[in-house]
């Protein structure tokens, strides 16, 4: 069973301003659960119809299909939905790469983009005021567990660069070729809104514009998708990394 | 105004089935309908609340926000809707490279994969007969416009794949390393599906497997998105063209 006061709060967590008020999150499905369960992330409760997770027995509930579906944000729910609470912000270590979002706003793009930098072995993630959530419901989802091995913090990011004596990349139309240019181990890579790229006052502090050039015959394609534009940078930035 | 009729004709290509009985395809948004007029996919009719485009008078019917409203499959319809006609598709060119979609179901993630294409200047795109049509408004959606400079055609993959006498290659989480391996200028890349990666069947096929190496110090993270590896894998390929 589950209380009307527990299904206020679960839905009320689906809004940004509950989440950080209630300093909680939500994580749905046997996948996503299991592996924040397995990282330092602190359980809050766990609704479940089926009692297989590895969990306090105080913060299990059992619960049924019905319920399930009463606190879900998901069409079809998958077995269980936890609350997890916010942890504290480490502040980034400053070594190697740091990937830092200037407005990111789809949640598919930034649980992509968390992905990917934990795929490319990014520690950091460094996102403006104005980007989307990451414990929005959708973006964790998106994450596929990845969140747990990504340090995501929000910033002044016009500060936090200015803070940062170091190569700061940006993708722009025009710029030195990703591909020819020289990449270094460390640095701050710049990646922009879905529909305005980086904004003029990040611009002002890029100091390594770079492109990725196209291939096309006709240079008619407007831009690439921001996650995408991501994984071609990571992949390249590492790829220099290996020894031949 | 717009007839009761036309209103069910253009709902009902919101499905496949209608889209492959009458021929026809709907494209939203003044950007996209734009790439499309400029290419050479034929106009059936264009719905437009302002008279802004370059098309035959006798195709185009100005009408009320309410009406396109009615029409759009668009949570915010944007200014007009156009009917256009599935074009016959061309048999591929068989040079360069081809990326072919082994049962890609995500609409985003082809619409996606469509637009690297084009950036990448990949001039056919082989899906297998599962893989989500390219003329599902969503997908044409996220194309944008891309669609008007890749030749996609369905087809019985494992068939299309033993006609080919090529590099077959296939992403897998054992095989060359894509940044050490050799990459030729022509083969089939193949890229599976969301859930399942590519099928036994079409496995068989590929005689380069290869493997987008994880950085990260934990290797947890499960799979990468199938549009983010298939940016990985043409920045890859086409890097090695570029005369250095």
Known sequence: MISKNQIKLIKSLGQKKA???????IVEGIKGITEFLKSEYVLKHLYTTKLIF????????????LDLKKISALKNPNTALAIF??????????????????????????????????????????????????????????????????NVQYVDLESYVEAHNTDIFGTFLEGENIYTTTLPRQ???????EANG??????AKVNRKVTIPQFGTIKETESLNVANATAILLSEFKRRTIEM
Do not use: H
Not at 54 to 65: K, R, Y
């Open 187 to 193: 640095g701050i890579i710049i990646l922009g809104n």
């Open 19 to 25: 989440r950080q008020q209630q300093g909680l999150f």
């Open 198 to 203: 980086i904004s003029e006052r990040i611009e």
């Open 54 to 65: 590895d969990a306090p027995q105080g913060l299990i509930s059992e619960i049924s299909e």
């Open 85 to 150: 609470e916010i942890p504290t912000v480490k502040p980034s270590q400053n070594t190697g790469l740091i990937v830092a979002l200037d407005d990111v706003r789809d949640p598919g793009n930034l649980g992509t983009i968390i992905r990917l930098c934990d795929w490319y072995g990014i520690k950091d993630l460094v996102c403006s005021y104005n980007t989307v959530d990451c414990f929005n419901t959708k973006v964790v989802q998106a994450t596929m567990g990845s969140l747990t091995r990504v």
